[in-house]
């Protein structure tokens, strides 16, 4: 069934309309994280940039027009121009990589597990499995600081690393055995019969089936990992200091930091943006079960 | 050549089964057991962090702090408004980002050009930080000066006790998590195998009838699942209220975890027993809700296959 040309682009005009309209804060907070602190302020929103200020014939610079600002790199160099700049981001890095490959290697494992075998209580243990995200981040995280003083993980990267993988541990399960549950077992049963081990049947059939999944679960989990905040703020100090704190210490202080804030948010969102990008073939990509699903 | 028939060769099924899942049971437990039975702890004494009293030295109240956070008549029953409150939130909020994230899948399921871009365009909400956002977000609200009443044409009051800042929070948190459950519910529109269409084409089946009783049915796993996690991350909703509207007690956006916050941890002089036994409150409600949840995602379950 092959849809007409027309009809495709008749669809794609609501799309665009749709994704402009969720775009339309980005936008601006791209044209925000250009201006300077008193252009943030103005009445009459400046959409229009001029790079370079104009000058009249006093030599003083003259205000742009209605709905143009000049545009300043000076919020960008101010974030990416503080101090150990470079090291929260290597933390932010390495804490975020380590803990999805973690929490999706356990996840699936897991998901494997309870998706296939008999377990006793294993309903049971799904929804413990589950209820580790309910609790509010404010009740765990005093006792948590005191154990982690007591464990020597306090500011430490592996502290960080074992408890986001544990926070994103209840989705990755959950998701990847929605997405293991889909494949048929016959696939399973049929390689079982050529000799194939458990093992090589999970790599050799499930992975490739469930691909889709993990990938949608990794990009969950990294941007989870990735943005952290509450847990970053109460369990470090200095060594594993994360960019998100650092980004909302810009906006701390009680001057006019609209513009930092924007400038902050765009550069944090750029590596992410770009790997679900990079990303977006598998995530779309249909999974293809023949017709013995059933 | 290998004989046919043989039991599966290297590790056997139970070794197997229990390298699965007891890695992740025993991370989960040593990160989520521990701290329970400390808070509980906590919920039952008088004990105020930032005074150099230890833990263990400070007075137990029994169920005190339980009773002070279920009436207490000078505020007014505030706990329950706070937990209408934040299930209200949880309700519209939840709802509107299935629907408009369900529609959005729908709409990019179909064979338009640049699908691809659209969609990792339209994940770019989801992939930032949420107390950033927030951040900005206020800006826009701001009354003077913000590009919303500045589009709107009317100074609006989207922040303190005005009855949009409710609305504020829900327009932030639509923002962020709609992409969440477009994602969700494309993976399960991909799910669904092409050759059931193909037969209810022979059948003649109308539009409406494919929806019904294919697609929705066929999506609804995979929805439900979005739904569950969106439900029990709103019921503690904390960065984008807080950050959006530093609300006070008894506001339009002082939701559970805001108040939480209120309580025990603001204003350090304050008792954290009592924050804490809100938030076991809290739990018991969420376990409640996520029970019920689990249910019907299980029926649903073994009623498709």
Known sequence: MKESWIRRWMWFQPALLITLLMMAPIIWMIITSFKQPDETQSLVPGFIPDFSTKIDEWGDPVAPEKYHFTATLTNYKAILGARNVGWYIFNTVIISALTTIASVFLGFFAAYGFSRFKIAGSNDMQFFILSTRMLPAMAVSIPISWMFRRMGLHDTHLGLILLYTCFNLSFSTWMMKAFIDEIPKAYEEAAMLDGYSRMKILFKIILPQAMTGIIATAVFCLIAA????????????????????????????????????????????????????LMRKHLLRGVTFGAVKG | MKPALLPPRGLSDRAVRNWCIFPVLFLLVAFNIFPLIVSLYISFHHYIPTEQTPLTQSPFVGLDNYRKNLDEPDTKQEPWKTFQRTSALVVVTVGLQTVIGFSLAMLLNRKIPGRGIFVALLLIPMTMSPAVVAQFWKYMFLPDGGIINYILGHPYHWDLSNPLAFWAVVIVEVWIWTPFMMLLSLAGLNSIPKHLYEAAQVDRASAWFRFRRITLPLVMPMLLLGIVFRAMDTFRIFDTAYVLNKAKIGQDTTFVSVSLFDKGIAKGSENLGNATAMAYLLLFVAIALGNIAVHYLDKMRSRQS
Do not use: C, D
Not at chain 1, 234 to 261: D, F
Not at chain 1, 263 to 276: D, E, N, Q, R, S
């Open chain 1, 226 to 277: 990735w943005n952290e905040y509450a847990f970053a703020l109460s369990l470090t100090s200095e060594t594993a200091v994360t960019m998100p704190l650092n980004i909302a210490n810009a906006a701390q202080e009680n001057t006019i930091t609209h513009g930092r804030v924007a400038a902050g948010a765009v550069l944090f969102m750029l590596p992410i943006a770009i790997f679900t990008l």
